[in-house]
């Protein structure tokens, strides 16, 4: 592959983070609109060591039991190890770091939890040209799945890669089913999206158009499967087996997940990172679901890369 050229365009990291803070909002409105009476609140906060962000954060709403979408916009005299890992060359380096993350755990076990991510980093030293990347995507952790869901979500993620290059979506499905798998489980944490990071090889306006598509993309994806889904009836032994799935999340959230590691080693506000937890997770010992049953069901047919567009 070449190299990137960097000189197609000049960096523009404010029409980035412009973005970055229209997105926020727009999302916070499309999930607040499920909720007849509980709000999201916002919790705007600092960073010493350079920047802040601001953090919504919706709990114990009739649909969602905890949904938050964290803009932050950091900046710092040296990478963490977390964001200098895929490029040691740069590490030493100061740097600008934005972007949008949202969580969406619903009460309801039918409808499933959503995860998004859009980002910019730039990487700076004096006398050098300033390196800068994108990184994000999103993904679907169900419960009790519906293929048709599944296949929605798949196809809005093409959909979102298509006008940008007919590469990127085989190649940023792949690597988030490589990326949200759980190597001590041996399984996926769900049915997967997009994962992408160190992108840049569009230039920067067209790199940024394409995670404008990925991030509105997003939200006209999952509201959806939100309103398809948050009046099916459910129990007590579809909450039992959602609460053990979420514990699933929290090891993966806590464990590997990038977005949480470089937020804890650049000093970020703990709060902040930590909103993508569910507020209830269980562990069950030795739990292993009936042979044939739905909860068997997510795991032979779901959490496992498939081809979702396949015949679709």
């Known amino acids: 592959m070449a190299e990137p050229d960097h000189t197609r365009d000049a960096a523009d990291p404010d029409a980035a983070i412009a973005y970055f803070r229209d ?26 060591e350079g920047g802040g962000g601001d953090t919504r954060i919706l709990a114990d709403g009739e649909v969602f039991e905890r949904a938050g979408v964290n803009f932050s916009r950091v900046h710092g ?6 964001a200098s890992a895929r490029r040691p060359e740069l590490a030493g380096r100061s740097f600008i770091a934005s972007g949008v993350s949202v969580v969406a755990h619903p009460h309801n076990p039918y409808v499933p939890t959503a995860h998004a991510n859009v980002r910019l980093f730039v990487a700076e030293k004096p006398g050098a040209e300033p390196v800068w990347w994108f990184g994000g995507g999103f993904d679907l952790t169900p419960y009790y799945p519906f293929e048709e869901d599944a296949v929605a ?51 920067f306006a ?19 499967i939100v309103e398809a889904r948050r009046h099916h009836a459910w129990g007590e032994r579809e909450r039992a087996f959602q609460l053990y799935r979420r514990g699933r999340y929290v090891e993966f959230n806590l464990v590997y997940d990038r977005g949480t590691l470089f937020g804890l080693q650049s000093r ?44 679709a």
Not at 37 to 46: L, S, V
């Open 153 to 203: 979500w798949h196809r809005a993620a093409h959909d979102a890669c298509a006008p940008f290059g007919a590469d990127l979506y085989p190649r940023f499905k792949a690597w988030c089913d490589e990326y949200f798998h759980l190597p001590h489980r041996g399984e996926a944490r769900g049915v997967g999206g997009l994962f992408f990071d160190d992108f840049d090889e569009l230039g």
């Open 77 to 82: 005299r040296e990478l963490p190890a977390s």
């Open 23 to 48: 997105l926020q909002n727009r999302i916070v409105d499309r999930l607040g609109a499920f909720e007849p009476d509980a709000r999201f609140h916002a919790d705007t906060w600092t960073r010493a």
């Open 268 to 311: 970020g506000r703990t709060e902040s990172i930590l909103m993508s937890m569910p507020p209830l997770a269980a562990w069950q010992y030795g739990f292993s679901p009936e042979p044939g049953s739905p909860e068997a069901d997510l795991t032979d047919r779901f959490l496992v890369p498939r081809d979702w567009l396949a015949g």
């Open 206 to 224: 067209d790199s940024l158009a394409f995670v404008q598509t990925v991030g509105d993309g997003f939200i006209d994806a999952y509201v959806p």
